[in-house]
């Protein structure tokens, strides 16, 4: 069951992932479809593993970078990033 349910999350996630899909994200996104792989175990293992790997794929969508697009400062400009 938890098998069905994982496969579930991982095409939302794709698909999630799909309409933010471009050149400045690819590398993001590659290692957030990649997360799943490490996924290895039975029982309270595998369920400990697919905590921690949920719990990364959540930290590294908030660490996205922005898309071109959503970098505007509404000037025609791009807006600078902090950092």
């Known amino acids: 069951r938890a098998e069905r349910e994982l496969i ?3 095409e939302a996630l794709i698909d999630t992932m799909l309409g933010k899909l471009d ?19 039975y029982g309270s293992v595998k ?3 697919i905590d921690k790997t949920k719990a990364e794929v959540a ?11 959503d ?4 000037s025609g400009r791009r807006a600078a990033l902090g950092g």
């Open 23 to 41: 050149a400045a994200r690819l590398a993001d996104l590659v290692a957030i479809a990649k997360a799943p792989m490490e996924i290895r175990g």
């Open 59 to 69: 930290r590294l969508t908030a660490l996205l970078t922005p898309a071109p697009s």
């Open 71 to 74: 970098t505007h400062d509404g």
């Open 8 to 10: 579930g999350w991982y």
């Open 47 to 49: 369920d400990a593993a």
